[in-house]
């Protein structure tokens, strides 16, 4: 099977699809691994490692989605990377359809195999595929938030941490899955006084386990308010269902919080639950200030430590990389109930409960 890796395209990403170890590995199985030119400079592959590992270079990006029977990316396509499908063709890679129906669509009418890594479920529920990068997201929230709160960021002059004089720093964690809990250790590493929020009961008890030192509440609107409140740094780490009116944190929750306080929203590509992040920014343009507050709200935060995302996210990728070019799309799927929950459309023909409903 030919596998295509194509260059991502959005603002400052400089993850890959595959990084050469994993392209030996495919063309070790016996198959072609064609990467665009380039893709892997950003992360720190260079494309003679790729050619060194048996991986052909195309020249650009038509010529690589053209040529793969199976696209493997880390991001979504975008509107101009659907013109250059191949009908027929497979995609295996982040897609976050509920907020694109147009990519969707373009699935559909080419023909196509999607697969989707955040959709990719184990028995117990877990999600393999985006636990990677809901690790990083978490962990680099709070380092971000912490340099936004640093004058030289044009904040306030808060150091996240505890020390004798200014006492510890509140952060408050929306959402305690696994980028919340990744969140949490970070600032509990810092010293600072961390509150998570979390829904689910049973989840609450596994985080008061695991974080004793931080204070594991239900998204009670009174205790959500008060953590805020108290908090110079909120992560949000939550979603609401998609048109909700409903928000953890609203915007007079906002609005009572320090001036120059931060929230980093690492929900921004999905429906958060933060009232106040009313766009999505970019790392060019990462921050606006809306309430008094500094929002960041870039989709794509794992983007910015490139080198190690894309390591571990191939960890978790590439044992059903391989399964799809070893034994073909269908009967990878057919062998593989996690990866079945990753289907969204089979030869343009809807898989997914959703998928369907877009395409009526």
């Known amino acids: 099977m030919r596998i295509a890796v194509p260059r991502e395209v959005q603002d400052q990403e400089s993850r890959v699809g595959m990084t050469p170890n994993g392209a030996r590995k495919l063309v070790e199985a016996g198959h072609e691994v064609l990467v665009q030119a380039g893709a892997g400079a950003g992360a720190g592959f260079p494309d003679d490692q790729y050619r060194d590992a048996g991986a052909a270079i195309a020249p650009d990006a038509a010529g690589t989605w053209a040529e793969g029977e199976v696209v493997i990316k880390v991001k979504q396509p975008t509107e101009e990377e659907c013109e250059l499908f191949r009908d027929g063709g497979a995609f295996f890679g982040y897609t976050h359809t509920e907020t694109r129906p147009w990519?969707?669509?373009?699935?559909?009418?080419?023909?196509?195999?999607?697969?989707?890594?955040?959709?990719?479920?184990?028995?117990?529920?877990?999600?393999?595929?985006?636990?990677?990068?809901?690790?990083?997201?978490?962990?680099?929230?709070?380092?971000?938030?912490?340099?936004?709160?640093?004058?030289?960021?044009?904040?306030?002059?808060?150091?996240?941490?505890?020390?004798?004089?200014?006492?510890?720093?509140?952060?408050?964690?929306?959402?305690?899955?696994?980028?919340?809990?990744?969140?949490?250790?970070?600032?509990?590493?810092?010293?600072?006084?961390?509150?998570?929020?979390?829904?689910?009961?049973?989840?609450r008890a596994e985080l008061a386990a695991l974080l004793p030192d931080a204070s594991i509440e239900a998204p009670d609107e009174a205790l959500v308010a008060d953590a805020v409140s108290d908090a110079w740094l909120v992560v949000n780490c939550a979603t609401v269902p998609e048109g909700s009116e409903i928000h953890v944190v609203?915007?007079?929750?906002?609005?009572?919080?320090?001036?120059?306080?931060?929230?980093?929203?690492?929900?921004?590509?999905?429906?958060?639950?933060?009232?106040?992040?009313?766009?999505?920014?970019?790392?060019?343009?990462?921050?606006?200030?809306?309430?008094?507050?500094?929002?960041?709200?870039?989709?794509?935060?794992?983007?910015?430590?490139?080198?190690?995302?894309?390591?571990?996210?191939?960890?978790?990728?590439?044992?059903?990389?391989?399964?799809?070019?070893?034994?073909?799309v269908d009967r990878a799927i057919e062998s593989d109930a996690a990866l079945m929950a990753g289907v969204l459309c089979l030869r343009g023909e809807p898989v997914a409960a959703d998928i369907a409903e877009q395409a009526r």
């Open 103 to 203: 990519l969707t669509a373009a699935f559909l009418d080419r023909g196509m195999t999607a697969i989707s890594f955040e959709r990719v479920r184990l028995d117990d529920g877990s999600l393999p595929l985006l636990a990677p990068m809901s690790r990083i997201a978490g962990h680099m929230s709070v380092v971000i938030g912490a340099r936004l709160l640093q004058t030289v960021e044009d904040g306030p002059g808060v150091l996240v941490g505890n020390v004798p004089g200014a006492g510890p720093t509140g952060v408050a964690i929306i959402g305690g899955g696994v980028a919340g809990e990744s969140a949490a250790r970070v600032a509990l590493a810092l010293n600072a006084k961390v509150t998570v929020f979390e829904l689910r009961e049973e989840r």
């Open 250 to 328: 609203t915007r007079e929750m906002v609005r009572a919080m320090r001036d120059g306080a931060a929230i980093v929203d690492v929900t921004a590509d999905l429906q958060g639950a933060i009232e106040t992040s009313v766009r999505k920014t970019s790392h060019s343009a990462p921050t606006f200030v809306e309430e008094g507050v500094i929002h960041y709200v870039v989709p794509n935060i794992p983007g910015v430590v490139p080198r190690t995302s894309t390591l571990s996210l191939e960890d978790a990728t590439l044992p059903y990389t391989l399964a799809i070019a070893d034994g073909g």
